[in-house]
């Protein structure tokens, strides 16, 4: 371990001491901030400076955790206690019975950060975040910068293990990465998917003697739907021109689906394929249940009827923000001029779905839409 306790249980790192440096610490005693055990020092050429148990200890805390995420847990640390915030490092929690990296009571507020490095279960991950806000302590998870994969300039790569660890801060999405070797904190904010795996993002990068740390949670909304229509086009354009055989259960089912009521997939109207913000939570491909919608509760309404809109779950972000799909798709159609908003009836349909006969009219037809969505003033979703 890269850190202990000395005798007035003072926590203390060697980190950054030189060979020479070293030989003071050397005469003085540690003790595991766990067991309370008496520790000793090791050190060499090429093994970096760090406190050890003695062969025959039984620590669980001496199986030992990985250098970065050792490094990474006491950097965050000591930045907070530099900016004078009450912080404590794997601070047994006795309410949730956990021990989270890093623990600071900011006035009333209480946070437990974990530093997640290895990949662990989606269980786990809903165990620790649901027992850290039953007690009223907020879980800010960061994650190894590893994790972070650029997919192309302003682009990154989404994984279901990602999913889990979104924040949603004034309906923008955002993820936490942190280098513990460059001691560089990245927030990928304003997130939004142009398909399953990439998503557009505004990546900003701080060095910690650079950033504050209410500063993590002010997002600056840059991002809207204008950014993302370029990319969306391009997209719709491969998934009607090109065929992959490589689906998962869920998209061919649905493509069964669409056969059986004799379309094909292909020659969808453009409203089976809007982009959806809440798509990224994890809700699966948006042109699934927005097709499902309009076979089901639009197509066949005549003009002037009410429509219904059915709930579209989709998971919670870490900080409990929810997306409704469903509103957000009715904000689209109400823009492209297919609903409008009435007194007595709630969401009417004011035109027809013109599905197309050939692949030259979906493709007019998604120019247009894109062209109509361009136009649209506001659009916060």
Same mark, same amino acid.
């Not at 070797?181 to 003697?209: D, E, F, G, P």
């Given at each position: 371990?890269?850190?202990?306790e000395d005798s007035s249980g003072k926590l203390q790192s060697l980190l950054h001491l030189t060979p020479q440096e070293l030989q003071v610490p050397r005469t003085r005693a540690y003790y595991c901030p766990h067991c309370k055990e008496g520790l000793l020092i090791r050190s060499g050429p090429k093994v970096k400076p760090h406190f050890a148990h003695f062969p025959?200890?039984? %620590?669980?805390?001496?199986?030992?955790?990985?250098?970065?995420? /050792?490094?990474?847990?006491?950097?965050? !640390?000591?930045?907070?206690?530099?900016?004078? !915030?009450?912080?404590?490092?794997?601070?047994?929690?006795?309410?949730?019975?956990?021990?989270?990296?890093?623990?600071v009571t900011i006035g009333s507020k209480r946070i437990a950060i974990e530093y997640q490095c290895a990949r662990i279960s989606k269980e786990e991950i809903q165990r620790r975040t649901s027992q850290y806000k039953e007690h009223g302590i907020f879980p800010l998870w960061i994650l190894g910068n590893h994790l972070l994969k650029r997919s192309s300039p302003g682009?990154?790569?989404?994984?279901?293990?990602?999913?889990?660890?979104? =924040?949603?801060?004034?309906?923008?999405?955002?993820?936490?990465?942190?280098?513990?070797?460059?001691? %560089?904190?990245?927030?990928?904010?304003?997130?939004?998917?142009?398909?399953?795996?990439?998503?557009?993002?505004?990546?900003?990068? =701080?060095?910690?003697?650079?950033?504050?740390?209410?500063?993590?949670?002010?997002?600056?909304?840059?991002?809207?739907?204008?950014?993302?229509?370029?990319?969306?086009?391009?997209?719709?354009?491969?998934?009607?021109?090109?065929?992959?055989?490589?689906?998962?259960?869920?998209?061919?089912?649905?493509?069964?689906?669409?056969?059986?009521?004799?379309?094909?997939?292909?020659?969808?109207?453009?409203?089976?394929?809007?982009?959806?913000?809440? /798509?990224?939570?994890?809700?699966?491909?948006?042109?699934?249940?927005?097709?499902?919608?309009?076979?089901?509760?639009?197509?066949?309404?005549?003009?002037?009827?009410?429509?219904?809109?059915?709930?579209?779950?989709?998971?919670?972000?870490?900080?409990?923000?929810?997306?409704?799909?469903?509103? /957000? =798709?009715?904000?689209?159609?109400?823009?492209?001029?297919?609903?409008?908003?009435?007194?007595?009836?709630?969401?009417?349909?004011?035109?027809?779905?013109?599905?197309?006969?050939?692949?030259?009219?979906?493709?007019?037809?998604?120019?247009?839409?894109?062209?109509?969505?361009?136009?649209?003033?506001?659009?916060?979703?």
């Amino acid at each position: 371990m890269f850190y202990a306790e000395d005798s007035s249980g003072k926590l203390q790192s060697l980190l950054h001491l030189t060979p020479q440096e070293l030989q003071v610490p050397r005469t003085r005693a540690y003790y595991c901030p766990h067991c309370k055990e008496g520790l000793l020092i090791r050190s060499g050429p090429k093994v970096k400076p760090h406190f050890a148990h003695f062969p025959k200890s039984e %620590c669980v805390a001496k199986q030992g955790e990985s250098e970065a995420h /050792e490094q990474g847990k006491w950097a965050l !640390y000591e930045w907070l206690v530099h900016c004078n !915030y009450e912080a404590k490092l794997e601070y047994p929690l006795r309410g949730p019975a956990q021990r989270p990296d890093v623990f600071v009571t900011i006035g009333s507020k209480r946070i437990a950060i974990e530093y997640q490095c290895a990949r662990i279960s989606k269980e786990e991950i809903q165990r620790r975040t649901s027992q850290y806000k039953e007690h009223g302590i907020f879980p800010l998870w960061i994650l190894g910068n590893h994790l972070l994969k650029r997919s192309s300039p302003g682009t990154i790569h989404m994984t279901e293990f990602l999913r889990n660890f979104l =924040y949603s801060f004034h309906h923008h999405y955002s993820l936490y990465f942190f280098n513990s070797k460059t001691h %560089c904190l990245t927030i990928a904010s304003n997130l939004r998917s142009v398909s399953q795996r990439k998503t557009l993002a505004n990546l900003r990068s =701080y060095s910690l003697s650079s950033i504050q740390f209410p500063q993590l949670f002010q997002i600056p909304a840059l991002s809207s739907l204008h950014d993302l229509l370029p990319m969306w086009e391009k997209l719709l354009y491969k998934q009607r021109t090109a065929y992959n055989p490589h689906v998962s259960k869920e998209v061919q089912a649905f493509r069964d689906d669409v056969y059986r009521r004799g379309v094909h997939v292909s020659l969808l109207p453009t409203l089976a394929f809007l982009p959806s913000k809440g /798509e990224l939570a994890g809700a699966g491909p948006s042109y699934v249940w927005q097709t499902k919608f309009l076979f089901d509760h639009f197509i066949e309404l005549e003009v002037g009827a009410p429509v219904f809109f059915p709930e579209q779950a989709a998971p919670p972000t870490i900080n409990g923000y929810q997306p409704d799909l469903m509103k /957000e =798709y009715s904000y689209l159609l109400e823009g492209l001029g297919y609903i409008h908003k009435s007194v007595n009836k709630g969401w009417v349909k004011k035109k027809q779905v013109i599905f197309p006969q050939h692949m030259r009219n979906a493709l007019e037809d998604d120019r247009k839409t894109v062209a109509a969505l361009k136009k649209l003033q506001r659009i916060n979703i």
